[in-house]
């Protein structure tokens, strides 16, 4: 697959990866993906399904915020579809969860015993 300036216009498995890091857009999405994974305790403790749920509730959002910037310029607005991927967004938010999730931070001790031994 080739690089790409804005994310697609349908929802693809691994979209954020495809996005050509020179533009801000796929700056701000790889920011959102590692603030949002952060919150649910980093990527790498997120399972497949949930990391494949983030890629779906970011792609939704931007599509939301594309919508609503077509409202406020008085252009063509579907607010059923609107409606519906809100609902949907909600949904994959719910599922995820709402609340930060802390990180397991090993004590000062276990880190340096890491570092050591890395």
């Known amino acids: 697959m080739s ?19 020179r533009y801000a857009v796929a700056q701000v999405m790889r920011e959102r993906y590692r603030a949002f994974t952060d919150d649910l305790g980093g990527a790498d403790c997120l399972s497949y399904a949930q990391r494949s749920l983030v890629e779906r509730a970011l792609w939704l959002e931007y599509w939301l915020a594309q919508q609503e910037q077509s409202l406020a310029k008085g252009q063509d607005f579907d607010i ?6 809100a609902n949907s967004l909600q949904g994959i938010l719910t ?8 990180k397991d931070v090993p004590d000062l001790h276990t880190y340096l015993k890491q570092r050591a031994t890395a």
């Open 3 to 21: 690089k790409t300036q804005a994310p697609p216009a349908k929802f693809a498995q691994g979209w954020i990866s495809e996005l050509d890091g």
């Open 80 to 85: 059923a579809r609107w409606t519906q991927a």
């Open 95 to 102: 599922k995820l969860g709402l609340n930060r999730v802390a």
